[in-house]
């Protein structure tokens, strides 16, 4: 009797070893674990297995964590739920909507009941590949087989809705569900506020961040940034400001990322002196800088055009040890432009090539944006035709250049291109390449290119 006992808590330690080097994502000291424990006597658990298909399904491929399931039975384990649920996750986290079904009907014949888990997981699977109305009629089975959703089965719901564009059903749906008795949890107020804000109902999400107020529970870090960042988004900076207010009042610690939301936020709508401000509150707070913050205290500098603060910017990222990203190296590119100084956005888009950076469409299309507001044509032609990637961006600021250089044919060239490889065209594009060719006395092309234009509109 002591024996088995003195073995259940071995077994126990082992399972705590292997979870605990499975967390730090060092399953090769988690597998030596169970090699040692084997050449000891002690015989892992099909907890064990659990564990290991877990972290194999996080953090290598379901494949290897399929492969374990082959281990397990050839131990003389038998699989529960939790290993199958583990599968199903694995293969969810990856969209792989086929292998969990598989899975799920594998689960099935190997006489393993489901359990709510496994309803949920699949249906967040259907969910995430853009099938709601299949992630629907799995919560319909949870409830069929004589399950009880949990508060995670509606998260899910909601979430899932959201996601995928249905934002009124899944406010509709959280109404229902709170008359029916469900008391959301904070999560459940998080997912629907992001749902909201994403979607750009900012009075709805507003209304909700205040519901949630009132019911007892508490916002956190999250519902507060996610409000914040839909205020700026829609240039609601007073809000924006407001929301920072109630979040430092209750008490949240204003971390780095949420700093560079607003002072992001601030720049980009032109209010530069606010955003100084933060930043200075930001650096007396001590908090330490990343490569976001130096990313937003560049583009602050460049809007001041202190341009000899921002290379000190870089040396001091490079002091740091940090590594600047594309995004650095366009900030600095596309300030050069706003600022008229073409050549010093050229030297440094060429030196951000020879860094490993030689596909930046953003940054090249700031070049040719600046070269056109420059009356450069010529160069700006020559970049644009040497450029393998453009976007909308980059055919708008082209056919805006030749315009006003009072080039309408090469800038009816462009638009055609442009609509010839499926971009989305501007109607001021179309209108000013139209107005200049019938001013210019060309009406014929002009009615040529809007029959063009037209056609264009119905395919899409």
Not at 88 to 116: N, W, Y
Request: net charge positive; hydrophobic share 40%; proline share 2%.
């Amino acid at each position: 009797m002591t024996r088995m006992i003195f073995r259940s808590l071995s077994t126990r330690l082992l399972n705590i070893c292997v979870a605990s080097f499975c967390r730090a994502k060092q399953i090769e000291k988690a597998e030596s674990v169970i090699i040692d424990g084997i050449r000891l006597g002690l015989l892992p658990n099909a907890v064990t297995y659990n564990i290991l298909i877990d972290s194999y399904g996080h953090f290598v491929s379901i494949d290897a964590a399929y492969a374990v399931l082959w281990r397990m039975r050839k131990a003389g384990i038998d699989p529960d739920v939790v290993t199958f649920n583990s599968l199903i996750a694995g293969a969810t986290r990856r969209c792989l909507l086929s292998k969990s079904l598989d899975l799920f009907e594998e689960m099935l014949q190997t006489g393993i009941h489901p359990d709510v888990w496994s309803y949920n997981t699949l249906m967040d699977c259907f969910f995430k590949v853009g099938k709601p109305d299949e992630a629907y009629v799995v919560f319909k089975d949870l409830i069929l087989n004589n399950l009880s959703p949990c508060p995670t089965t509606f998260n899910i719901l909601i979430n899932g809705l959201c996601q995928n564009g249905y934002i009124t059903n899944a406010l509709m749906m959280f109404r229902s569900l709170q008359r029916l008795g469900f008391v959301p949890q904070l999560a459940t107020y998080n997912t629907l506020i992001g749902g909201l804000c994403k979607a750009g109902r900012l009075a709805a999400a507003r209304r909700a961040l205040k519901e949630l107020g009132k019911s007892g529970l508490m916002p956190n870090a999250i519902t507060y940034t996610t409000v914040l960042k839909c205020c700026f988004r829609s240039r609601k900076l007073e809000q924006g400001l407001d929301i920072m207010l109630k979040m430092k009042n209750s008490g949240y610690t204003f971390d780095g990322f949420a700093y560079c939301t607003v002072i992001g936020a601030l720049v980009k709508t032109g209010w530069i002196k606010e955003a100084a401000d933060y930043m200075d509150e930001m650096t007396r707070n001590g908090i330490e800088r990343d490569i976001v913050s130096y990313n937003t205290l560049l583009n602050l500098y460049c809007k001041q055009r202190k341009f000899e603060a921002v290379y000190e910017l870089f040396h001091e990222i490079e002091k740091e040890g940090l590594e600047c990203d594309e995004y650095t190296h366009t900030i600095l590119i596309n300030g050069l432009c706003k600022a008229g100084d073409i050549e010093g956005a050229m030297r440094h888009l060429n030196y951000m090539n020879t860094v490993g950076f030689d596909s930046n469409l953003v940054a090249f299309n700031c070049v040719v944006d600046g070269l056109c507001k420059a009356g450069l044509i010529d160069h700006a032609i020559k970049m644009f035709e040497s450029m393998e990637m453009k976007d909308s961006f980059t055919y708008s600021s082209m056919v805006h250049g030749l315009c006003r250089a009072r080039r309408f044919h090469s800038a009816s060239k462009i638009l055609r291109s442009s609509i010839r490889n499926g971009m989305k065209m501007l109607k001021a594009d179309a209108r000013a390449v139209l107005d200049g060719l019938s001013n210019s006395g060309c009406a014929s092309e002009a009615r040529w290119l809007r029959s063009k234009i037209m056609g264009a509109r119905l395919l899409h």
